[in-house]
């Protein structure tokens, strides 16, 4: 049973930091193409970073470029997003699954952990 438990979101000032953390069980992480997504209120999901299986081969989505950084512990089975310089508009609930751009359908989705930010 694929299962995703993301953690390390919450309130923080704009300009601040937060880094966000997935622990993946059930299926072989390591095969596997990577992604952050989030979720505004109202919206679908949408893909914000995405990491390669090995070599890390990153991609992020122009809103958060220069800001945020993808990254990935295959030994810990566990993929992180460290996001700095936030904004108000990243306010929104990740997750993190699969890359539906190359598999064409996520998993079973997580929680997802609540970021905000605001003043």
């Known amino acids: 049973q694929v299962q995703f438990v993301e953690s390390g979101g919450g309130l923080v000032q704009p300009g601040g930091s937060l880094r966000l953390s997935c622990a993946a069980a059930?299926?072989?992480?390591?095969?596997?193409?990577m992604s952050w997504y989030r979720q505004f209120p109202g919206r679908e999901r949408e893909l914000v970073a995405s990491?390669?299986?090995?070599?890390?081969?990153?991609d992020y989505t122009d809103s958060v470029k220069g800001r945020f950084i993808i990254s990935r512990d295959n030994a810990k089975n566990t993929v992180y997003l460290q996001m700095d310089s936030l904004k108000p508009e990243d306010t929104a609930v990740y997750y993190c699954?699969?890359?539906?751009?190359?598999?064409?359908?996520?998993?079973?989705w997580g929680q997802g952990t609540q970021v905000t930010v605001s003043s």
């Open positions: 990491v390669s299986r090995g070599s890390p081969i990153t």
């Open positions: 059930g299926f072989s992480f390591s095969s596997y193409g």
């Open positions: 699954n699969r890359n539906i751009r190359l598999y064409g359908s996520a998993f079973s």
